[in-house]
């Protein structure tokens, strides 16, 4: 069992600021992990933001988010990280982290959640 918790949320940020989430997870045996970030605005689906490979290697981002949003990760320290810079209020949503196998786009792939984190974002 792999638990994830986030970090970083939880003010009000400005339109066109930045923000870095992180998610630390349990699991000593991280670097076999996929690990993504999606988001859920109020009243909207969890929606894919990024992904990134047990390595490291490979990522994979959302096109709302690309250019502005990082995905990174420390296999030491056993966290992710999501860097988001150029924030606009549309990014307002609470964030999840999520641990699978593949770095894909789709929640089926992911097998442990986070609890989420709220990003809000003004204009």
């Known amino acids: 069992q792999v638990q994830l918790v986030e970090s970083g949320g939880g003010g009000f940020m400005q339109a066109g600021g930045s923000l870095r989430l992180a998610c630390a997870a349990s699991?000593?045996?991280?670097?076999?992990?996929?690990l993504g970030w999606f988001r859920q605005a109020p009243g909207k689906e969890r929606d894919f933001v990024a992904a990134?490979?047990?390595?490291?290697?490979?990522?994979n981002y959302a096109d709302s988010v690309k250019g502005r949003f990082t995905i990174s990760r420390d296999n030491a320290k056993n966290t992710v990280f999501l860097q988001m810079n150029s924030l606009k209020p549309e990014d307002t949503a609470v964030y999840f982290c999520a641990a699978g196998l593949v770095p894909l786009a789709t929640m089926s792939a992911y097998d442990y959640w986070g609890q989420g984190t709220q990003v809000t974002v003004s204009s």
């Open positions: 699991e000593r045996t991280f670097r076999r992990y996929a």
């Open positions: 990134i490979s047990g390595s490291g290697a490979s990522t």
